[in-house]
């Protein structure tokens, strides 16, 4: 439950930098909702390359475990290091 609340909170951020980039907010926070976006994903893109090898427990195809860390950082790639088998 927290998990989820904490991705819909990531969300929330990029949805708010995207809507500052096209204008519909206020100018005081266009460049912190930008900023807070821009480095989430900077922060998320590091963990993908740190935990790239972890990556591959993911069900789905390495690309999309790949760009649901890039979004969510470990809120997506902690529960699979708990993962003992990789996908076949």
Do not use: D
Request: proline fraction near 6%; glycine fraction near 6%.
């Amino acid at each position: 439950m927290l998990t989820n609340i904490l991705k819909l909170s990531c969300l929330l951020i990029y949805v708010l930098a995207l809507a500052a980039l096209a204008g519909l907010l206020p100018p005081a926070y266009t460049g912190p909702c930008i900023n807070l976006a821009g480095l989430l994903l900077i922060i998320h893109a590091l963990e993908a390359v740190a935990v790239f090898k972890h990556l591959g427990k993911y069900r789905g195809p390495m690309w999309m475990s790949l760009l649901l860390t890039i979004l969510f950082g470990l809120l997506h790639w902690q529960p699979l290091l708990k993962l003992k088998s990789v996908k076949e």
